[in-house]
């Protein structure tokens, strides 16, 4: 029974496929479509936030801060002190000014580095001439302790015209050993431990050590 069920499904199979070759042709589609991938470019910019420290330490602030007298000189522009100093932003005030060779002018006194050495020091411009007088910076002022002044970390304007000598004092002017000065001079100190004066002596800037 199972060989005769088994020949004709064999025989239908023939039929078939006699059939759909006396028939019409089978078509066969083929449907192309195109894909296309579109690549988009998306450029990032990168912001780089600059933090309050980094900011009142970059030059455009320390520019800023600087009188427009002074700007005006273009004396940050030469070359001595563009390629021989930077500006040091460490001590508060910023600058000073006060007339400190006594031509009734105001002169400048601005906190500098030098590049080469790291040393810290000031530079004071008189306004009449734009002279530039390099104190500490790699520079030993007369009478001065150091050619470094990193140590100092306050200055101010000193008006007073008689000042009192320290105890081994003897550079100054008076009979008591104390300096006695017309103009304003610069007052450098150490916290907790003393300084002395920047002062003309009608040919240069000296240093008078006044405590310790």
């Known amino acids: 029974m199972s060989r005769i069920l088994i020949i004709l499904t064999f025989g239908f199979l023939i ?21 296309k991938i579109t690549k988009k470019v998306i450029d990032t910019v990168y912001v ?16 800023e801060r600087l009188p427009d007298w002074f700007l005006k000189t273009k004396i940050l522009n030469g070359i001595k002190l563009k390629n021989d100093f930077k500006l040091d932003n460490r001590l508060n005030p910023f600058y000073l000014e006060a007339d400190y060779n006594g031509d009734g002018n105001i002169d400048i006194a601005i906190p500098i580095i030098e590049i080469k050495t790291e040393k810290v020091g000031f530079a004071i411009i008189h306004r009449k001439t734009n002279d530039i007088y390099i104190i500490g ?25 008689i ?13 008591k050993g104390e300096l006695i000065i017309e103009n304003a001079s610069l007052q450098i100190e150490k916290s907790e431990v003393g300084g002395g004066q920047i002062y003309w002596n009608g ?10």
């Open 15 to 35: 039929s078939c496929n006699s059939n759909i070759e006396k028939g019409k042709k089978v078509e066969i589609k083929i449907i192309r479509d195109t894909i």
């Open 48 to 63: 780089e936030k600059k933090s309050e420290n980094e900011f009142y330490k970059s030059e455009f602030f320390i520019y």
């Open 137 to 161: 910076a790699g520079t030993k002022v007369k009478n001065g302790l150091s050619d470094d002044m990193s140590y100092i970390d306050i200055w101010k304007v000193n008006r007073e015209k």
């Open 163 to 175: 000042n009192e000598a320290g105890l081994e004092e003897n550079t100054g002017s008076g009979k």
């Open 203 to 212: 040919n240069e800037y000296a240093y008078f050590h006044q405590t310790c």
